[in-house]
């Protein structure tokens, strides 16, 4: 579940409103009953080892198909949502992820791939595209000891990035995003990604930052469940190493990124968000919404434009948008017809037109929009509240019931969830704890 972050208090979280005011800012209406994603994980085996990962790697726990056509039926009993997203572990490990993608189709609902990408082929992903498939989430960074890049940095992984956005590509209609844990050490390299997904932004639909997050056993609380205390480093992502623990950062924040973001790109203006459950001002999923072509980012849209899509898609399908396929985010001087509502859209639209007069010839390029999202797991506050995702679109399901996806661990290993005290005759200190749910 859970771990350790340094969660700042309440004086320190408001210190970054004139960078970010949440009440500027769209928010999601996703919640319980109606989100715009489900998170289904029909293995917990992996062909990789991934530093930060919440999930057991167990080899031998593919659920038979019957069990996942249940889940899915369940998803679908319990919420609204317009995709699910297809997980673990490593879901191509599954051997009839053919099948579970068919029916998920089959139930009217996007099947979107959450992958290492390792053993995917051109013609599975063929196969997965004639069953149904809306898209595909690659989960790629520098710490997962992946075979042939193990000494490559972020930037150097652009590489294989651009080979599974090419092959995605080639394929056609499918969606591309790109998930990256953010550590410390890669914290200054987050403005590169970001400027080479806008390079590629006729090929790449999102890009999605997770701040890295460990179960750290110096944090100032003890951690409980049902009455006994518990170690937590029993769980996956328990940070036992002393020199990690030392040297790792694990409190930085969303705004953190955007702050890092903006060393590069001053004008990156996020326009929608989730809040945590105890802090109503805090950004645990953090939207950017950007317009421009290979050569050129025209602007950011703003608040409105977010609301009018979510709200518009909402009164026609009846659930609230995920993964807008190829077809519509290639669509961008469509989405310039929103400039009398929205203050974003007005200046992609004047800075386009201005682009115009001096080059013509940008008319028959094609205008794309991309989105840039920073996801924030748990935070543990001073008085050991756990600030969790207000609408989570990652929950899942355990037991038959609805779960968070990045705190599963808890329930397996003890049965419930794990409460957070703080520590008698210690004085509070600026610690928080959590864990990383990409």
């Not at 979280?13 to 489900?38: C, G, M, Q, T, V």
């Not at 198909?65 to 191509?92: W, Y």
């Amino acid at each position: 579940m859970t771990p350790a972050s340094r969660t700042p208090n309440t004086a320190r979280d408001r210190s970054f409103a004139p960078e970010i005011d949440h009440r500027k800012l769209y928010r999601l209406p996703w919640n319980l009953a109606d989100n715009a994603i489900s998170w289904l994980e029909p293995t917990s085996a992996c062909n990789l080892a991934c530093d930060g990962c919440y999930r057991e790697n167990v080899a031998k726990s593919h659920k038979p198909l019957d069990q996942v056509r249940e889940e899915v039926d369940t998803f679908l009993h319990l919420r609204n949502s317009d995709g699910i997203s297809v997980a673990g572990g490593d879901p191509l490990m599954h051997p009839e992820i053919v099948e579970i993608v068919r029916h998920i189709h089959d139930r009217g609902v996007k099947p979107v791939i959450n992958t290492n990408g390792g053993l995917l082929t051109r013609e599975l992903l063929h196969e997965l595209k004639m069953a149904g498939a809306a898209g595909f989430t690659f989960h790629i960074d520098s710490k997962q000891n992946r075979p042939g890049w193990k000494q490559a940095n972020e930037l150097d992984l652009n590489e294989l990035r651009l080979s599974f956005a090419d092959m995605v590509h080639a394929e056609g209609g499918l969606s591309c995003a790109f998930n990256s844990t953010v550590y410390d050490d890669t914290l200054n390299l987050v403005p590169e990604l970001v400027d080479w997904a806008g390079k590629n932004i006729d090929r790449v639909n999102v890009m999605v930052f997770i701040l890295y997050r460990a179960a750290a056993p110096q944090i100032p609380f003890d951690w409980y469940a049902g009455g006994q205390k518990v170690d937590m480093n029993q769980l996956v992502y328990g940070l036992d190493d002393e020199d990690a623990r030392a040297t790792r950062k694990i409190d930085m924040k969303a705004p953190d990124v955007v702050r890092e973001i903006r060393k590069r790109f001053p004008d990156f203006t996020p326009s929608a968000y989730l809040n945590g459950t105890e802090q109503p001002d805090s950004f645990k999923w953090l939207l950017t919404g950007r317009l421009g072509t290979k050569e050129r980012i025209y602007g950011y849209v703003g608040p409105k434009f977010m609301e009018l899509n979510q709200v518009a898609y909402h009164a026609m399908k009846g659930r609230y948008l995920a993964y807008a396929s190829p077809n519509v985010t290639s669509l961008g001087r469509s989405m310039l017809l929103f400039s009398p509502f929205d203050r974003g859209i007005r200046h992609v639209a004047g800075a386009y037109t201005k682009s115009l007069f001096t080059n013509p010839g940008r008319l028959f390029r094609g205008l794309h929009f991309q989105s840039i999202m920073i996801i924030q797991p748990v935070d543990f506050l001073e008085g050991g509240e756990q600030n969790m995702c207000d609408g989570c679109p990652d929950m899942t399901l355990h037991n038959g019931r609805l779960v968070w996806s990045c705190r599963m661990e808890e329930l397996k290993q003890f049965g419930c969830w794990v409460r957070t005290v703080p520590k008698k005759d210690e004085k509070a200190i600026e610690l928080p704890v959590v864990i990383n749910p990409s």
